[in-house]
Every structure is written in C-alpha cells, then in structure tokens.
C-alpha cells in the first residue's frame, strides 16, 4: 500500500482484519473499534470517503462500495453476511445484512433492519427502522420488537474471538 493510501486509512488499533482483506480507493476509509473483517472482505472507496462505525462484521467475501461522492456512513453493531454487498448512501445500526443480499447505491437502510438473503434494495429505496425484507418478492414487515443492543454486541465479539 502506497504512503499516500496509508494516508486515507483511519483505523482503530482494535480492528480484526485479515491480510486477505482489502481496503482499495482513492477516498478516506475510517473504521471504529470492534470491527471485524474476514478473509476476502472488501472496503471500496472509489468515489467517496466511507465511515464505519463500532464493531461491525464483514464475513467473507463480502463488499462495501462507495461509487458517489457523498460520504457513506455506517452504523454500529451491524452484520454483513457473506456475500453481501452494500452501496447504499447510508446504513444506521444493529442491522444484518444476510448472505448474498444487495443494497444498490442511493439507497438508505434506517436502523434494526434484517436484509433478507438473496434480497436486492433498490436504487433510492428507504427502509425505515426496524423492517425485514425477505423471500423472492421482497416482502417487508415492520419488526415488532427490538433486538437488545447488548446481544448483538455480545454476539459480534464472541465471533471475533473464536476466528482470530
């Protein structure tokens, strides 16, 4: 990695990230503590800078990509599945992102939402707080209740744990 490149990475000493990993761009990549990235999980910041907050897991082979160049921002205590692949404009918190699921660039996916696997989320769609989406026509339903922070939290660190 070039010195200029190192120059656009923030971050945090606390990050599990392996050396199969990627972080590419030509744009600020800025990572909060606890966050975890597997073999082949991939930051693309092509057009834009991208902000991700405290311990998120990127599963494998799995991408985040900014193609605009408005700042993406990312949440706390989010789950990217394996597979996945996020552009979207924005991502709150405690959301999870399953297998081989697609959120296209200028979407935003509000907090507490479960993307289902296989699913797409269209350019300029907003999921509101607490939403699933799931099945082969993307039916939506309102979550009625919270998930508790504190076993998302528990459940992200104990994964990190056992794989590194």
Known sequence: MSSEAKEKRKVH??????????????????????????????????????????????EEKSVIVNDTPN??????????EV???????SVGSRNV?????????GAEIGSGCVVGAGVTICKGDL??????????????RQIKRNRNIQDVKASIKAVSKILF
Not at 20 to 45: C, F, Q, V, W, Y
């Open 13 to 58: 000493k606390t990050v599990l990230k392996t050396s199969r990993s990627a972080m590419k761009g030509n744009h600020m990549i800025e990572i909060d503590e606890g966050t975890t990235m597997h073999p082949e999980a991939t930051i693309l910041a092509n057009k834009g800078p991208i902000k991700i907050g405290k311990f998120n897991l990127l």
């Open 71 to 80: 700042p993406m921002v990312i949440g706390d205590f989010n789950a990217f």
């Open 83 to 89: 597979g996945s692949c996020v552009r979207a404009s």
């Open 97 to 105: 992102f399953e297998v081989k699921s697609v959120v296209e660039a």
């Open 127 to 140: 999921l509101d707080d607490n939403v699933i989406v799931y099945g082969k026509h993307q039916n939506r």
